[in-house]
């Protein structure tokens, strides 16, 4: 009887085994992960785009993690993370575009970041010569953030001046 129970249960297992291997999912295949953001924030990329076009600059979708450093608020928010296209400097051009259930609230939380750049806690994340770039845009805020010390491809010398041209400016104290 233990006998019959081993054998039945080993071809129950093995034969388990081949339907499984049988009907199992095929190889995976490689496929090109695109981007998906809000439709305020994808606007407000293709105004960013166009602002920077000016200089003959592009902008990508950010290739390596980046997260700077952010107000409580803003850290909560729905974000694109984009990269100036910068050749001989590759670690920087970050613009983060956050998004806001409604102007108002994305005016708050711009308030916020920027006393939040301007206070000790946020000022020591950065070198000592960092400027901060906060645009109110509709419902995003658009942020960029430049060391001019640190810059080493002259290229991104425009980019504060051509996003300048968006939205509204939240001053970040001094």
Avoid: K
């Amino acid at each position: 009887m233990a006998i019959c129970a081993a054998v039945l249960v080993r071809g129950t297992v093995l034969g388990g085994c081949g339907v499984a291997a049988s009907t199992g999912a095929q190889a995976p295949t490689a496929t090109v992960a695109v981007p998906s953001y809000s439709p305020a924030v994808a606007e407000t990329r293709r105004q960013v785009v166009a602002a920077l076009a000016v200089s003959s600059l592009q902008l990508q979708d950010a290739t390596q993690p980046f997260r700077p450093p952010e107000s409580p608020t803003v850290t909560a928010a729905t974000r694109g993370v984009f990269q100036v296209i910068l050749p001989a400097d590759p670690s920087h051009g970050y613009i983060v575009v956050y998004e806001f259930r409604d102007a108002a609230t994305a005016a708050a939380a711009g308030a916020e970041l920027a006393a939040y750049l301007g206070t000790g806690p946020g000022r020591i994340q950065f070198p000592p010569d960092t400027q901060h770039l906060i645009r109110l845009l509709g419902t995003t805020l658009v942020t960029y953030s430049w060391s001019p010390a640190n810059s080493t491809d002259t290229r991104s010398d425009p980019i504060p001046g051509d996003l300048a041209t968006l939205g509204t400016a939240i001053a970040v104290p001094q």
